[in-house]
């Protein structure tokens, strides 16, 4: 529980973010608000931060990845627009539980939510002790979305990052946020220019990110 | 972490019913105004008026009268009781059943009416029908529903009956929407739209359901995890929660405050950031909440208030915790009840210059420049922190009351040295991001000067620009700043700033010579540069010895590159120049340059004196020994372009000068200026032998004259080639067949071959005649052509001219003769060009009219 918002600003979108304790959503997400690394307590129900996205903004919710919270979880999944789904790349059992624990709990979510499968700690994954492939993420991501129409965002709804590099991190909110709350093209540069985050050391990596996370 | 948000005080104390009646404990309570309800665990409901002092030192107190009781006769607890003032009536629900009491008798009321079968109750502040004189109130039954009453004075009008999917323990309202307690869960019900939303669990294990409606379309529950959950009339949340402590008892909410009561601590939390900020220890407590924005809390036989502390008065011990967000929130959130806008964002920018400093001392330095600027703190309070950077003239004193309990930043610092620089660089960002904007209005001086003292300190460059121009440095504080830190260059242009260039020049003088260093000094160009520029020509003659004796070549320029538009003065005239400069040779050239080329003066003195200067510049250097060919090539070039060039010089007095010395080249020049073109172009030929020069000779100088003038020098050059006078002549027959077939040349060819001697054979000349005989073929029927155009044009033109003067001549019986002014008997007559018409007899002479006298051409055409 953290940030002191003004309350008085009204979102115009929600995000959610759910996924096992110590998986690295605060992390994550304090990454993209703030631009920064640092450890946090584990989350206790929620937190709450609200983003600028030109001329809107947008509340980003963090969960608590303890089971305990699961019913907490759903009842902030409610009237959410889009949810990453973060799950440990290092490990597998974290991924599971996206299927088992937390797919079921965005039922309360929008019709059409935005399910974005992220997998953390890149940096700390060794790409010969992969143990969730690429491809197969990929598969899982498009198979929970095949209810919504995503062709007009660009790429698929998986991504790998580190909020410990920033490595792919500021991408994933505004694929989220693009499908919220499309903006128009003069718009997004502008959003690009003004980010949190060290773009210079994002984007190039984003770059690669593309090529690795989706084969098209 | 905390902060004192609220004061306990006792409203009502050691509370009792009689005496004797020690059992009797309090199990709720409503507040009205100054009226007090009490309800008992024995059945009693009890009234007091209560009144809040302040004393003089914000002090509150509250002192109590107790006004009557009433034993409602049921033996039960009074669960719960609530004032409705509009209808004049207490509602009290007593074992299972809600009744109406009289609020000021506390007699029950007219007709009795009563809803049974209640467990819990709540009324409407958020209405959804306007009539001022009903209630309108949900109940909680024992069955699985709750059911909707308007309440009037006297009558319970049932609504509706809302059904629930468990039986409801607690509830609260507002508009449409009913957010209830279940047994496993929270649900909310939109009994106008029919809509029920499953919130999330209730863990009955560890908590007491709380349903707290805290303000308009927003409640507040306690959820599992000891968590505070805020749930908007939609079912959803839009701040996170509250992390309260286990077994909550009661919830009351005064903006921005969370007041929560379990049975040891009150504890309080701010929605603005959900973090705990304040924990009153209370043993044994009953309940607590808010009476339209007052909090009282009870615990079994006393009540209390708590009072909230003035937020000026939070804000402030914020500050003194050095928690400055939290003030600046804290201030922004706060009630400004009594206070004008102006008002407040005063008292509001005074807090943001507290936290300024406050951040300044613990070198945040960011948001210290921030709230600097927000909150347009005085920048003098900010330099008067740093030892010795306010100019001495200025009196500032500190703020008081004081915004900060900084001495200096030696104090802050303990004097590291390392720290020290760290605020130094602040202030240097702090003033430069002000300086030029309004916030600095006023205090130029005190800006400028102290960012001159930092920049000297720290030998910047931006010292340049500061001193420059548009500067509030004065000379007083600086000048000794800039000596102690050896920044001369900078002293010397704050000096020129204020217009002692003298000083100025001295300093760059010293500079110069060595005497002192600046690594920012630009070097000798600089002081060239501003002697140049410089109006005042009588500090101009002072220092422009020095300058020459340094450099000749570069000093010169204080006098040729004057600013344009400097009006012409005495002191500073080419002949004056030119006498000082004597003892310079090289810059007295440089300047002759300057005025002969780039001035383009026309005057002979001038001219002659360069040229002479370059002729003994090349006379020095042939005298020279080892002195390389180039270096004199170079110098008779540049000679021979001035001779060229001009025609102002006295030809005859270097003409003398340069046939001493065998300058052919020059002298050749010399004579052609003197149109003594033989002589001239035998030299070319026999001295220097250079043909090609003396081909080129006879271009230059028949430039701009006609061409007669032009073939005139090539038959001279011609003649000196084939002159049969000269021994030699057989060597200059090539460059004369050269010359003659040189497509430049320009003959008259009949001349040409009078000189030809005798012997060449006509194959020799037949390249030469054929050309000579073609140009003249080519001329003559060029010139035939354009004879015969002429006189076509020539026709036309008559042809027009005989048009235009086409007239009928009218003869008639009446006209006479011109001559004999007899009518005409035939048809013959003659006619004039004239017009005049006479008989054919009278017409003497074809060609002299008759009348006037007129002669006519006699050609015929
Ligand atoms: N190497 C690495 N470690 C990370 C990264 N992100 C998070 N971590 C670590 O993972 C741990 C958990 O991070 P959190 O962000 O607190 O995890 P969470 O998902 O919010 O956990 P809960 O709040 O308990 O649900 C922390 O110790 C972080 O240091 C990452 O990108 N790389
Ligand atoms: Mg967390």
Redesign the interface.
Known sequence: MSAAVPNKRKADAKVIILGDYAVGKTCLISRYIDGKYGQHESTIGAAFFLKQWGSYNVAVWDTAGDEKYTGLSSFYCRNAGAAILAFDLNKSTSYESLWARFLPLLEHAKEDCLKVVVGTKRDAMNEDDREITIDEAIEFAKEINKDIDISKLNGEPYFETSAKTGYNVSKVFEYMFSYCLPLDKSFNNKIDGKSTIDLSDDSNRAHRGKSCCHKQ | MSIKAFDLVPAVERFSLMSDKAKTQIECIDVCGKNLYIGTNDCFVVHYIIEERTAPNGKTSFHSNKQGHKYLTLKKPIVQLKAASALNRILVLCDFTLTMLNMLDLEPAVGGAKIKGVTNFCLNDNPVQGNPFTVEVCVCVKKKQVQLYNITDDKMIHVKDISLSETASCIGLDGHVICAALTSQYCMVNYDSGQHTD???IDLEHTTPIVKRISKEEFLLS???A?G?FVTS??????????WSERLLSVGYVKPYILAMNDEFITIHS?????QKQAIPFQGGVVLNDFDGRIFVASSKEIYSLVPVAWEKQVQGLLADKRT?EAL?LARNANHVGLTKEKFLKIFRRIQQQAAFIEFSKRNFEDALDLFREGQVDVREVISLYPRLMPTSSSYQRCMPSLHDIADINQLSHSDQNIVGEYKLFLISFLESIRGTKDAHGFKQEIDVALLKLYAENNSPELLPLVEEDSGCDLKDCVEWLEKYKRYHPLALLYRYHGETDKALNIWTRLVNGEIQDELFPGFSFVVDILASLSDHDLVWKYVDWALEKDQELSIKIFTERPSQEPPSERLRPDTVIDYLHRFPQAVVTYLEYLVFQKKLEKEKYHTHLAVLYLDNVLQLMKTNNIKKEQIDMARSKLRHMLQMSSLYRVQLILGKAKEQDMHAECAILYGKLEDHEKALKILVHKLRDYVAAENYCLVNSEGRDTGYRKRLFHILLSVYLDPANEKKDLLVQPAMNLLNSNVADFDVAKVIQIIPDNWSIALMSQFLKKAIRTNMHNNRMTRLERMMSRGENLLIKQIGIEEQEDPVVMTEDRPCAVCNRTFNEPSFVRYPNGIVTHIHCAKNKHVCPVTGKLFSTTSS
């Open positions: 919130l999330f669990p959820g599992p995890s968590l959950m939609e079912g959803i949340s839009q701040r996170p929660p509250l992390q929605i603005l950031d959900q973090q967000q929130d």
